[in-house]
């Protein structure tokens, strides 16, 4: 079994970690297949390390759909992205959706670069 150290364990975003998105922080999923008796994800320690998120920087001209032409918007409602005083600034991985026709993109996709 993995082990971490107790510190890690008694905090573990201060360490880069979090809790398993896969079985919540327990070490075992009722997701996992019968006779599994560890998590499959985390191997039974309930953590996992933090994903760096990247920001990239999408200009608004970018924000229209490509099929449609209307606007896109956050499928996570979570516009205008991490940063409140720059509207582009966006996640790579965030997903966008425009609210027309529900074609999806990410917003790396459509980065200035």
Do not use: I
């Not at 191997?43 to 209307?70: A, F, I, S, T, W």
Request: charged share 30%.
């Amino acid at each position: 079994m993995n082990t971490l150290d107790f510190d890690v364990m008694m905090d573990p975003e201060a360490h880069g970690y979090e809790y398993c998105d896969h079985c919540n922080g327990y070490g075992s999923s009722l997701k996992d297949p019968d006779g599994v008796d560890r998590c499959t994800k985390c191997r039974g320690v309930g953590l996992q390390k933090k994903k760096e998120r990247k920001v990239v920087h999408v200009p608004e001209r970018k924000l229209e759909c490509c099929k449609c032409g209307d606007v896109l918007f956050s499928k996570n409602d979570t516009a205008p992205g991490p940063d409140k005083h720059d509207p582009y600034l966006w996640f790579t991985d965030e997903v966008l959706v425009c609210g027309s026709c529900g074609h999806e993109t990410t917003a790396g996709s459509l980065a200035e670069g």
